[in-house]
């Protein structure tokens, strides 16, 4: 008998990830024959909520536990920090991602691995269906849309590619969606930010990375309103000694509060390693507790590839 395949993103999941998860799920269910669910890894944030219920899909349930006997498929990622400690114990039969080769997952045999230089990993996904991309139901096409336009900010990001400008494209012609007037309401709803607690909201999306011989956490906001979020630099700071007391493998945490409009980053600086790192990574001084960079807005492209100490 074959098992239901579990279809699944990194934790902390942005709408990339947990659309991805839905989107493959359902290839593998009506063009592979093979039984596959979608699954979150975590909370979902105010933006992937909004696209989930304006395309009318039902939100994925929550994966708390995976055992030796589930298979598996990873998209969004395929670093093993961000996803359950023990999943190399499973049965991984593909990993579908646009980051860079991490390492550290096994698999027990050979598996499909896809990994492409591209903005999103829907864009991934779109090559992968070929033809299927071209009677997607609506509901698909939208979803698919929207992790472009997210993970691009609407085309701002450097990770945008000419093939997710193509993709994007049709897609929204098919729909008969203004990408920008759809995006901006994407951006709204990622920047209403009042309902979560500082440390939610640095939690949001959030992964980690080795830095020298440091394990730093890196947390990317992006918002359309900065100065909202700046408001509360007391509480976040706060939260973050709060995160890294709970987090004993954590050495420092990262807070990149990005201004999706203006295109620029500011980070905060609260301890004598955050400001080491700042200067070290993007060669600005550090004179207060928040440092602005201009146009930074990739933590993919432009943020991890710089960081060092």
Same mark, same amino acid.
């Given at each position: 008998? $074959? ?31 093979? #039984? ?11 933006? &992937? ?6 395309? !009318? ?11 030796? !006997? ?8 395929? *670093? #093993? ?6 999943? *190399?114990?499973? =049965? ?42 071209? $009677? ?26 000419? %093939?997710?400008?193509?993709?994007? $494209? ?77 987090? &004993? ?20 600086? %609260? *301890?004598?390693?955050? =400001? ?7 060669? &600005? ?25």
């Amino acid at each position: 008998m $074959t098992n239901t395949r579990k279809v699944f993103g990194h934790k902390s999941p942005d709408t990339d990830t947990i659309c991805c998860a839905i989107l493959w799920a359902w290839y593998l269910n009506t063009h592979a024959k093979m #039984p596959a669910l979608a699954y979150r890894l975590g909370e979902l944030n105010k933006e &992937t909520r909004f696209v989930l219920d304006r395309w !009318q899909v039902p939100h994925p349930a929550l994966l708390e536990s995976v055992s030796a !006997q589930d298979e598996v498929t990873i998209v969004d990622t395929n *670093n #093993p920090q961000e996803l359950f400690e023990n999943i *190399n114990d499973t =049965k991984i039969i593909e990993i579908i991602d646009h980051h860079k080769l991490v390492g550290g997952l096994k698999s027990e045999s050979p598996l499909m691995m896809t990994i492409r230089p591209l903005a999103s990993t829907a864009s991934v996904i779109y090559g992968l269906m070929g033809e299927v991309t071209l $009677t997607l139901p609506t509901e698909m096409a939208g979803l698919m849309l929207s992790c472009i336009l997210s993970d691009t900010l609407e085309f701002r990001s450097p990770t945008t590619t000419p %093939y997710d400008r193509e993709i994007a $494209t049709r897609l929204a012609m098919q729909l008969g969606v203004d990408m920008t007037s759809y995006a901006n309401e994407m951006f709204a709803a990622k920047s209403d930010v009042s309902e979560y607690s500082d440390e939610q909201l640095i939690m949001l999306d959030s992964k980690k990375f080795e830095v020298g011989n440091y394990n730093i956490r890196v947390s990317a906001l992006e918002t359309t309103t900065p100065d909202t979020v700046l408001a509360r630099k007391e509480g976040l700071t706060a939260a973050i000694k709060v995160i890294l007391e709970k987090e &004993t493998d954590t050495d420092d945490v990262l807070l990149f509060i990005i201004d999706i409009l203006k295109e620029e980053a500011t980070v905060l600086v %609260y *301890n004598d390693l955050t =400001k080491q790192i700042i200067k070290a990574s993007f060669g &600005t001084d550090v004179t207060s507790d928040t440092v602005m960079l201009p146009g930074i807005v990739s933590r993919k492209k432009q943020i991890v590839p710089a960081l060092k100490i």
